[in-house]
């Protein structure tokens, strides 16, 4: 594993905090009806990208993932700049404006999205995985979902083939304790989601989902495993999101008691303490951070703001279209 020093803690730091903020001021932009459809925010889950992307070489390795996908791009290096315009709709976003919250893609930095059906990234990922070993890539694909997207179907199908092919792919549960609005206790036999790959003979563990390093250190043992052609790895990352499932969710489904228990935990005030402990930074510079982190925001929504609509014609351009298509009716 790579080694988490001073410097590797700053950057965490700084990172987090820009990416709890982006959300913030998409909430922000959301009530403002600047951004429209869905918005699925991430505070609170931080420290997953944090981790993961210091586990990954990030010069081969590859992230798929479901709809709340506005902050791990950005971890591999996408410009918030663009994901902001495709947030507001404009012709500068990732997707041109037309993918939206749920569709966030970028194919140079080898994010593979942005998936609004529940669970349907889990095959995609283990067949981007097929892909690398087949061509001999070396690559590994992190494929990551929701606790609710375990009772899906095709993540056992997925799974069966993972192993029995050895694919070079790790699978993550952003277990956040509710798919939606239902808790775990609902709607599963099984409480601990891990468990689930271990019937497939997956090496499959929970995880601290409220601490980058030991995230990191999880991710690594998993990503050498892949890339040595030892089979896939199931991690449960036991996480926590401090806003709704969308905009839309009233939560009535938890309480305030249980939020503010889990912000005593938040993985960011965690970071901080550690650095002040340390004497690693000082407040004051750490305040200056923020700062710097406000203004890159504001950056951002100005660049989106600024950046046209797409034309009606565009939309015509991106979607997939053949004249002599050989199934069309042709009275």
């Not at 001021?25 to 992307?53: D, M, V, W």
């Not at 663009?82 to 012709?91: C, D, H, N, T």
């Not at 041109?96 to 990922?125: A, D, E, N, T, W």
Request: charged share 25%; with cysteine; hydrophobic share 35%.
């Amino acid at each position: 594993m790579k080694e988490i020093t001073k410097e590797t803690y700053l950057k965490w730091f700084k990172d987090m905090s820009f990416w709890r903020k982006f959300e913030d001021k998409c909430r922000s932009l959301y009530l403002k009806q600047k951004i429209r459809g869905f918005l699925h925010l991430y505070n609170g889950q931080e420290a997953i990208p944090a981790g993961l992307t210091h586990a990954m070489d990030l010069s081969k390795d590859k992230i798929i993932t479901a709809y709340r996908c506005h902050i791990l791009p950005i971890s591999m290096g996408v410009d918030p700049k663009r994901i902001m315009a495709e947030l507001l709709g404009k012709i500068t976003g990732t997707s041109h404006g037309m993918g939206g919250s749920m569709h966030i893609f970028s194919r140079k930095h080898r994010f593979y999205g942005g998936h609004g059906i529940v669970g349907g990234q889990i095959p995609l990922g283990a067949g981007i995985a097929f892909a690398d070993k087949y061509f001999n890539r070396e690559s590994v694909t992190i494929t990551i979902m929701g606790d609710g997207a375990v009772r899906q179907g095709s993540l056992h199908e997925t799974f069966n083939m993972a192993m029995l092919w050895k694919l070079p792919v790790v699978f993550i549960c952003e277990n956040n304790k509710y798919a939606m609005g239902t808790s775990i206790k609902r709607s599963s036999n099984i409480e601990e989601i891990y468990k689930i790959g271990k019937a497939y003979g997956m090496y499959s563990y929970p995880v601290d989902g409220m601490d980058p390093e030991k995230i990191a250190q999880a991710a690594s043992i998993a990503i050498e495993k892949a890339r040595k052609g030892e089979g896939a790895t199931f991690l449960d990352i036991k996480t926590y999101r401090y806003r709704g499932h969308s905009m839309s969710d009233s939560e009535l489904y938890r309480n305030k008691e249980e939020v503010n228990w889990y912000k005593k935990k938040d993985p960011i005030l965690k970071l901080k303490n550690m650095i002040l402990q340390n004497q690693w930074e000082t407040v004051e510079n750490l305040n200056v951070i923020e700062h710097e982190v406000k203004k890159k925001i504001e950056c951002c929504v100005e660049f989106a703001e600024q950046s046209d609509f797409p034309s009606v014609e565009k939309m015509y351009n991106v979607v997939y279209y053949e004249n002599n298509y050989p199934f069309l009716d042709k009275v």
